[in-house]
């Protein structure tokens, strides 16, 4: 194992019963918040600003600015972690859920401090029984504890914590399709502006929507400092992610590792190389929504999310998923397209019609009658998609789809009829 | 189908998460637990949580059918929930289709004749990096192999079911810490 | 009040306007499906997309979800914008059915209309792969849906929704198999349902009434005011008489709403969409009927006329003017009344004039537009002043009471059929006793079977006319086609009738009695025909209300 791994969020994870609330105390859990508590709310925003802290969901939005975005005056506010994990690859926030649910807490109250909410909603995904379980049990522990509730360790601030359960719908991942879902509607994203539910939220209030890995690194923050979390990264990545690793590697995992590690450092020494002795032959470097990166492009990656962007894709969720050279790419691309035909929501035209028709047209080649005509037409398709949409389904499945097309076009015209 | 007891105790519960102006917000979370108790969600019970929460039926109508885990019609005693997303697909996945449809002797969103199993390929389940996985019910099974497949249905079948992955093994740097 | 440039012609708009409403300021249409003024804003069928270079930035952005700032520069027709139309646009018609030639929505259709600007291109959808969904549901009494034609962009879920506050539609399941549809078990029967058909942009929702009957462009629209109730809709008669053979004759084929912030907006409910069957209702009267010469057809309106003015003549010689009495109708137009005031009232010093009897029929009120006072122009025949006057005048109550006692002499009677309101005893003695019964009527009903003299009335579409609704609005209808029969305007029989009495006035038109209106009547001073314009004048003793957006007082959220 490399001396770079870095610990930060995932070190008490292997502990056993971490998830009791005496056990995770006994390893310092809500420590963080008292201290929070000692502050005023704008030095905890402060602090995570300063930290360099991303939002670990996907977009990669400074947080500290998020919770920054909070009017003045304007009450009640609420917090909602997003634990609506499903992002083709990325498997990270359940292992949080499980095995620290108590750290989640502490980051989400942290949160709510900082913001001065009253209510905390974690928004967990419906598929996430057994996670659920273990989250349920542990609110339901730090409200005995006096963590939740009405005047919390006489603070004179009361906050609530309560669970909420999704029933299967990748799009309640986006931010405002979370909050649609949980005021018991279709969860179809709301129409920008307004841009952030930080301003207009649950119920019209001012909510942060943060994703649970985000939260869960905001103890951490306070308890190293924001210096040395940010000196664990690089220039603007703060601190360290974790890395979903997937695919034809032959040890796949979750790999908590400084941002900014490269990419073959992350398949090859920790991953293990690839499996059979086979070849490398792509990435996908930041959840199914991500450019795919050809082996040579993976070359010197290092992966923060101005550098993989820069390669022309993002970092996304960190969910790394390797694809070796037995993968046919127009397969891969069925798999793609079926999924978002399948999330989408079904309110913008663009999304609802394209993602439909593109799984047609990728399923024309497997079945041996897809045409040179149709290599273009999806392309085309994918690009009137592309960003034409209320939120960012349409690019997550044009960005793919095109990159699909541009960089291993020799595949699907070797399936020409 | 009535609605019984528990989950008229259970919906107070839920909806007791919620301000009271905005009970309507409990009808995602009602209608997931009016199905884990009842199997699935008939008419009656969208009438039930539509009064419940304060919905209209159009409005419940929107919900039951826009979420992919809410369904309208039964299912048998087991449901398979398999992933056939990418991770998945390129660990085995496809073969492990192929098995449990033999297996079974059913296809996908079909039931088994004795009225255990139903078949569903679902997208991801977020056990990318444990890929292959399913969800049987509420139990999570993941690094799925065909032997271990075999054993998980077998013991659905006898009555003696293998205990789920919980909590989800360690892997990653991570393992190995203690 | 923000200043923009739209394709490079600058306009100073109001604040709050989006850019669609604020290209509307130009005569620009920024194509669009689910934007509609009346409803809320979902940004979802993209047709509205712009570039918008603002701040020194460009982007592509959503002409529904913009709001007009200061300094923004908009360019509504660049290739870029037309290649992303055209995109939707195909999208759209990917899975659409090719049921134009008996969709009763071609020739208004957003999507033809939209693909012949911007489409044009080949399908390249397989017929095969066409993806089929639910057609002909019959979703409520007056509308039909073709799920297969819809577009989802949700307007008329949204109106049910906003405005009547119903949930009465709604689209079930997710993606590329959402489907408008409505819940088993409740149906679109609100009394507004009717509006759905307008704001849908495709054939998707049909009017049952309108279904398959004609060719949207054989279509012929005259602007009329709906005269269904007290609040005076702004309609469009939408009409075809060249195919009579069509429908047993059926010359109006559908109304539609008519834009007017300060009465109806864009709607119109469905009591009066539906109420022009009475136009071409076979009871219409379509010559004058003398009951005194044993029903002897044929009798001239100039006959009945001269007998009439003969008797007024003899009777106010005899017994004086009391001895008449002259029930107008809330029904009639102000020319109408004030041809009746000026002939009896103010020439043979009739004062048992009016308009109101008790019990007249009332239909169902609501706080959206439907008033329960179903006669048009209440306010109007006060403003006029058809009422009892002159200290001995009595209103139509006590007039229904001396007719059936044989106080008058003479009984003249406009609308009201009387033998809704008498028992067959009352009846009999009022005849008995009543010398001579003249009643003006477009319907054959009791009360024109036992006048004396009855003449025919046209209707409403058959006819320009103003009326004054309950707020004081004084509107214009226009003539969409000519009188049924011998059918004549209510006023021309005054003018008539006063020419035959002495009374000699120089009116030639409608419009010459509006303006006579306008200088003879306090309320309307200095009111003339032509400055009514389409949306109508207030009476000139009437405040303007103000403005109030027309809604159910508790609108459901879009979704």
């Known amino acids: 194992m490399s001396t770079k791994q870095a610990l930060l969020l995932s070190r008490n994870f292997a502990k056993t019963k ?113 996670p659920a379980k273990v989250m349920q049990q542990a609110v339901d522990d730090a409200m005995k504890a006096g963590f939740i509730g009405e005047n919390i360790k006489n603070s004179g601030w009361s906050c609530s914590v309560h669970l909420h359960t999704g029933a299967g719908a990748y799009i309640c991942g986006e931010e405002t399709g979370l909050i649609e879902s949980m005021e018991g509607k279709k969860g179809f994203p709301r129409l920008k502006p307004p841009f952030f539910p930080a301003a207009v939220g649950l119920w019209g209030q001012p909510t942060i929507v943060n994703n649970v890995e985000t939260l869960a690194f905001v103890p951490r923050i306070l308890e190293i400092g924001p210096d040395k979390f940010a000196a664990l990264g690089t220039p603007r990545n703060g601190g360290t992610a974790l890395y979903s690793l997937s695919g034809h590697v032959k040890k796949p995992g979750v790999y908590e590792l400084p941002m900014g590690t490269k990419m073959k450092e992350l398949i090859y020494e920790y991953g293990g190389g690839i499996r059979n002795g086979n070849k490398l032959k792509a990435v996908i470097p930041g959840g199914s929504s991500s450019h795919i990166l050809t082996a040579e492009e993976c070359e010197d990656l290092p992966l923060d999310f101005e ?77 009137s998609i592309d960003g034409k949409t209320i939120c960012a389904l349409g690019q997550a499945v044009a960005w793919p789809t095109k990159s699909y097309l541009q960089k291993y076009r020799h595949e699907f015209e070797a399936l020409v009829k | 189908m009535q609605i019984p007891d528990s989950l008229k105790t259970k919906a107070e519960e839920i909806i007791f998460r919620y301000p009271e102006e905005h009970r309507v917000s409990a009808l995602v979370p009602v209608l997931f637990e009016a199905q884990r108790q009842l199997g699935w969600i008939d008419n009656d019970v969208e009438k039930w949580a539509a009064e419940f929460t304060g919905a209209s039926s159009t409005k419940v109508r929107e919900v039951t059918t826009f979420y992919s885990m809410l369904r309208r019609q039964p299912v048998g005693k087991y449901l398979i929930q398999f992933c056939q997303n990418i991770s998945c697909s390129l660990t085995g996945g496809l073969e492990l289709q192929q098995h449990v449809q033999q297996k079974l002797g059913i296809g996908p969103g079909e039931t088994t004749e004795d009225g255990l199993f139903t078949l569903k390929y679902v997208e991801c389940l977020g056990g990318c990096s444990w890929a292959p996985m399913m969800l049987v019910n509420e139990n999570q099974y993941f690094q799925l192999t065909i032997e271990k497949l075999d054993r998980i249905l077998d013991g659905f079948k006898s009555g003696n079911p293998v205990p789920p992955d919980e909590p989800t093994p360690l892997l990653g740097n991570i393992a190995g810490e203690s | ?61 959503l002409g529904c979800n913009t709001l007009a700032a200061d300094g923004m520069q908009i360019t509504t027709t660049s290739d870029e914008i037309r290649s992303i139309r055209r995109a939707v646009l195909e999208f759209y018609l990917q899975h659409h059915p090719l049921d134009c030639p008996i969709c009763d929505d071609a020739g208004e259709c957003d999507l033809q209309n939209y693909y012949m600007e911007h ?185 009945i006329l001269a007998r009439a003015a003969a008797k007024i003549e003899a009777i106010i010689d005899q017994n004086g003017s009391a001895s008449i009495a002259v029930l107008g109708s809330a029904h009639s137009s102000n020319e109408d009344l004030f041809m009746l005031k000026r002939l009896f009232a103010d020439h043979l010093k009739v004062q048992n004039i009016d308009v109101n009897l008790p019990g007249e029929a009332n239909g169902s009120e609501d706080q959206i537009l439907m008033k329960a006072d179903l006669a048009p122009n209440r306010r109007g025949a006060q403003a006029i002043g058809a009422v009892p006057w002159g200290g001995e005048g009595q209103n139509g109550e006590a007039i229904l009471e001396g007719a059936r006692e044989g106080e008058f002499e003479i009984l003249i009677i406009v609308d009201h059929d009387l033998t809704q309101y008498l028992g067959e005893k009352a009846l009999h003695k009022l005849r008995k006793h009543t010398g001579y019964i003249l009643y003006l009527s477009s319907h054959s009903n009791g009360m024109s079977e036992i006048a004396d003299d009855v003449l025919p009335l046209a209707m409403w579409a058959e006819r320009a006319a103003t009326y004054t609704n309950f707020q004081g609005r004084i509107q214009r209808t226009s003539q969409a086609f000519d009188p049924l029969g011998l059918a004549t305007p209510e006023w021309k029989y005054w003018y008539e009738l006063a020419a035959m009495l002495g009374c000699k006035c120089d009116y030639e038109t409608p419009q010459e009695v509006f303006n ?19 949306q109508g004048l207030m009476l000139t003793d009437a405040p303007e209300p103000a403005y109030r957006k027309i809604q159910c007082p508790n609108p459901l959220p879009a979704y």
């Open chain 1, 18 to 130: 971490q998830a009791k609330i005496d056990v995770a105390m006994k390893h310092g859990a809500y420590s963080m918040l008292k201290k929070a508590m000692s502050m005023k709310p704008d030095e905890v925003t402060a602090i995570v600003k300063e930290s360099g802290l991303r939002g670990h969901g996907g977009a990669g939005f400074s947080a500290g600015t998020k919770w920054g975005f909070i009017p003045k005056d304007k009450f009640p506010r609420y917090v909602c972690v997003n634990a609506d994990e499903s992002e083709p690859g990325t498997c990270k926030d359940r292992l949080i859920l499980e095995r620290d649910p108590h750290l989640l807490l502490e980051g989400a109250l942290i949160c709510a401090w900082a913001v001065r909410a009253e209510r905390i909603y974690i928004y967990i995904r419906g598929e996430y029984f057994y």
């Open chain 1, 307 to 383: 550098s993989v962007a820069a390669r022309g894709s993002m970092l996304g969720s960190a969910a790394v998923i390797v694809i070796d050279d037995t993968v046919s790419i127009p397969q891969l691309m069925i798999w793609l397209t079926r999924f978002y035909a399948h999330e989408s929501c079904g309110q913008c035209t663009p999304c609802r019609e394209g993602t439909d028709w593109l799984v047609r047209l990728a399923h024309r080649f497997a079945d041996g009658w897809g045409t040179r005509k149709d290599i273009d037409d999806m392309f085309e398709l994918a690009d």
């Open chain 3, 1 to 61: 009040m923000p200043r923009i440039q739209i394709d490079g012609k600058p306009v100073e708009v109001p604040d709050g306007l989006n850019l669609i409403e604020a290209a509307r300021l130009l005569n620009i249409e920024i194509p669009h499906y689910c934007y509609h003024s009346g409803l809320s804003v979902v940004g979802s069928c993209r047709m509205c997309q712009i570039e918008l270079e603002f701040n020194g930035r460009k982007s592509i952005a």
């Open chain 3, 119 to 303: 489409g044009l291109h080949d399908s390249r959808v397989d017929l095969a792969e066409k993806k089929h969904k639910h057609k002909v549901i019959d979703v409520g009494p007056t509308v039909v849906l073709d799920s297969e034609r819809c577009i989802l962009c949700t307007r008329c879920v949204r109106f049910c929704r906003e405005i009547v506050g119903k949930d009465q539609l709604g689209v079930y399941g997710h993606g590329s198999d959402a489907e408008l549809m409505n819940v088993p078990g409740t149906k679109l029967d609100n009394d507004y349902a009717g509006n759905v058909v307008d704001l849908c942009p495709v054939g998707a929702l049909t009017d049952k009434d309108f279904r398959f009957k004609r060719r949207v462009w054989y279509l012929k629209r005259t602007p009329s005011v709906c005269t269904g109730c007290s609040r005076g809709c702004n309609i469009s008669i939408d009409w075809e008489t060249s195919r009579s053979y069509k429908d047993s004759g059926r010359r109006i084929q559908r109304l539609k709403p008519r834009y007017n912030k300060m009465v109806n907006e864009w709607w119109i409910c469905d009591r009066g969409r539906y109420s022009y069957h009475a136009v071409d209702a076979p009871n219409r009267l379509l010559m004058p009927i003398s009951n005194a010469e044993e029903r002897e057809h044929g009798v001239s309106i100039n006959a």
């Open chain 3, 516 to 534: 006579a209106i306008g200088e003879h009547t306090e309320s309307f001073k200095g009111l003339r025909w032509d400055d009514l314009g389409d």
